[in-house]
C-alpha cells in the first residue's frame, strides 16, 4: 500500500477511480443542479484522498504533527492532559467535555483490534446484515417521509435526501493502524444518500474557546453516531443495504447542501435556517427507493459576502476575508472548487495549543441563535428574514449592535446552569 507523500502538495495522493463530471448525470444536468446548490466546480477538480485531511496528517505528515497535536487526541482518554487552573480548562470542565465524546469513542474503539476507526477513518460497521427479504416500497416519496419520522425518534434535528454522488467520496481513506491509505467503502451501487443534522447544545457553545464548549462537538458526534447506526440498521432491517458515515467515506458538507439542509458559510461550514451552523452532520448511503429533496437559498451567500464575523474573530486568522476564490492554503483543502477555503492547519495549530476543539467562528455567526422566549423567536425569525433582503446591512449592524456572540464566561455557565 503506497505511504503518503509529503507535505505541500495541494492534490490527493492518488487519482485512480476519479469519475468524470459526466460518471453520473450528463454535463448540462449537472452543472444545473450545481448552480443551485451554489456549487463552481472547476476543470481541475480532484476528489480528495482522506490522508490529507489535517486529523489524519497530525498522523503522518511531519510539518503537522505535533506534541500538543497529539495530546489533543488524548486528552480525550486521559485524566489531567490539558488541565489548568483557567476558568473553562479546569479539571470538570474536561470531565464533562471527556464524557461527552464516550458514546463516538465506543464506535470507534469496537473495532480498533481489526484496524478500523469507525466513524472517522472508516463507516460504521453494521450491527446486522440487512433481512434477507425486502420489504416492499411502492412509493419512494412516502417511504422519504416515513424514513424522516424515523430518523427523529432516534435523535436526527434534520434530514434530507439526495442522489449519491461520488465527487463527494475519498478517492482512498487512511488507516491510522499502517499510517498508510486504503481502500474506501465502496458506494457506488448505492443511489441514495440520507443526511442528518444533529443540533449541538447552544449554550455551551457560547463559552468557545474553552474546554467546556468542547463538550457540544463531543456530543454531536456521540449523538450523531447513535443515530446513523439506528437509522442504518432500521434501513437493513428492511432488506435493503446501508453505509453509515460521519466524517469518513464522504464528505458532508456538500451533501448536505445538495440534500437541502442549508447553504455554505465564509467559516467552511454549512447554515442552515434552523440552526445556523450549530449542527453536525452524517451521512447513510443507500438502495432503499426514497425520494429526493431540493437545494435551499435562504440569502446566506449574500449575507457573507457583507459580514466577516467568523474571519475576524478566528484567533489564528484560518477563515478568509475575501471572496470565494477557491485558493489552496496547503493540501488539506479540496482542489478545483471555488469557495472560501479554511486553513485546516492553521485551525487545527489553535486547536493542539488550547489543547481542545475550538468553534468561536460557530459562535459568533449571526445565524447561531437560540431563541427561548416568544419574543426571541419571533426576533429571529424576523432576522432571517430581513438578512435574506437588500437589507442585509441593518441586520448584520442589528446583531453586532444587540452583541449577539458574545462568550459566556464559563464559570458562569456552571453557576447560573442555563441548561442546555
Ligand atoms: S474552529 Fe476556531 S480556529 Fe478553526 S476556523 Fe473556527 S474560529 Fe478559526
Ligand atoms: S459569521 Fe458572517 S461571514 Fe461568517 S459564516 Fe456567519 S454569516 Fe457568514
Redesign the pocket.
Known amino acids: 500500500m503506497a505511504k503518503p507523500r509529503g507535505r505541500n502538495m495541494p492534490q490527493p495522493l492518488s487519482t485512480n477511480n476519479q469519475p468524470t463530471l459526466e460518471d453520473q448525470f450528463d454535463g448540462p444536468k449537472r452543472r444545473a443542479y450545481d448552480e443551485d446548490c451554489g456549487f463552481v466546480i472547476e476543470e481541475n477538480f480532484q476528489r480528495f484522498n482522506a490522508c490529507n485531511d489535517v486529523f489524519s496528517r497530525v498522523q503522518w505528515d511531519e510539518g503537522v504533527r505535533s506534541e500538543k497535536g497529539i495530546n489533543w487526541f488524548k486528552s480525550m482518554f486521559t485524566h489531567g492532559l490539558g488541565v489548568r487552573n483557567t476558568e473553562g480548562y479546569r479539571a470538570k470542565d474536561f470531565a464533562l467535555r471527556n464524557a461527552a465524546w464516550v458514546g463516538s469513542n465506543l464506535l470507534i474503539e469496537r473495532n480498533l483490534a481489526n484496524g478500523r476507526h469507525d466513524g472517522f477513518l472508516d463507516d460504521l460497521t453494521g450491527y446486522a446484515p440487512p433481512a434477507p427479504v425486502k420489504i416492499e416500497i411502492e412509493d419512494p416519496a412516502e417511504m422519504a417521509a416515513e424514513l424522516k419520522q424515523v430518523a427523529r425518534i432516534f435523535g436526527a434535528d434534520l434530514i434530507g435526501i439526495t442522489s449519491t454522488d461520488l465527487r463527494w467520496h475519498y478517492n482512498r481513506r487512511f488507516s491510522a493502524k499502517s499510517r498508510s491509505e486504503k481502500e474506501n467503502a465502496d458506494c457506488s451501487e448505492l443511489p441514495n444518500c440520507i443526511v442528518i443534522g444533529t443540533e449541538m447544545p447552544g449554550k455551551v457553545i457560547q463559552t468557545?474557546?474553552s474546554a467546556l464548549a468542547g463538550t457540544a462537538a463531543g456530543f454531536g458526534y456521540s449523538k450523531d453516531g447513535l443515530a446513523l447506526m439506528s437509522i442504518a440498521q432500521f434501513i437493513r432491517n428492511m432488506g435493503y443495504r446501508a453505509i453509515a458515515s460521519l466524517n469518513d467515506t464522504a464528505q458532508c458538507i456538500p451533501y448536505a447542501i445538495q440534500a437541502g439542509l442549508g447553504e455554505y458559510g465564509r467559516?467552511?461550514l454549512v447554515i442552515t435556517k434552523q440552526y445556523g451552523p450549530r449542527l453536525r452532520f452524517g451521512k447513510i448511503f443507500t438502495d432503499m427507493p426514497l425520494a429526493h429533496d431540493q437545494p435551499v437559498k435562504f440569502g446566506v451567500k449574500e449575507f457573507c459576502d457583507i459580514c466577516r464575523r467568523?474571519a475576524d474573530?478566528?484567533?489564528?486568522?484560518?477563515?478568509p476575508h475575501g471572496e470565494p476564490d477557491g485558493a489552496l492554503h496547503n493540501q488539506s483543502n479540496f482542489v478545483g472548487i471555488k469557495k472560501w477555503n479554511?486553513?485546516?492547519e492553521?485551525?487545527?495549530k489553535?486547536?493542539a495549543n488550547q489543547g481542545t476543539?475550538?468553534?468561536?467562528?460557530?459562535?459568533?455567526c449571526p445565524y447561531n441563535k437560540l431563541p427561548e422566549t416568544k419574543l426571541g423567536k419571533m426576533y429571529f425569525r424576523n432576522w432571517k428574514w430581513l438578512a435574506g433582503t437588500r437589507l442585509r446591512r441593518l441586520a448584520l449592524w442589528l446583531d453586532i449592535k444587540l452583541r449577539f456572540g458574545e462568550r459566556f464566561k464559563p464559570d458562569w455557565w456552571w453557576k447560573n446552569r442555563p441548561g442546555w
Open positions: 468557545f474557546p467559516h467552511g467568523c474573530a478566528c484567533p489564528p486568522k484560518a477563515i479554511v486553513d485546516g492553521k485551525c487545527f489553535f486547536w476543539e475550538c468553534g468561536i467562528c460557530i459562535r459568533v
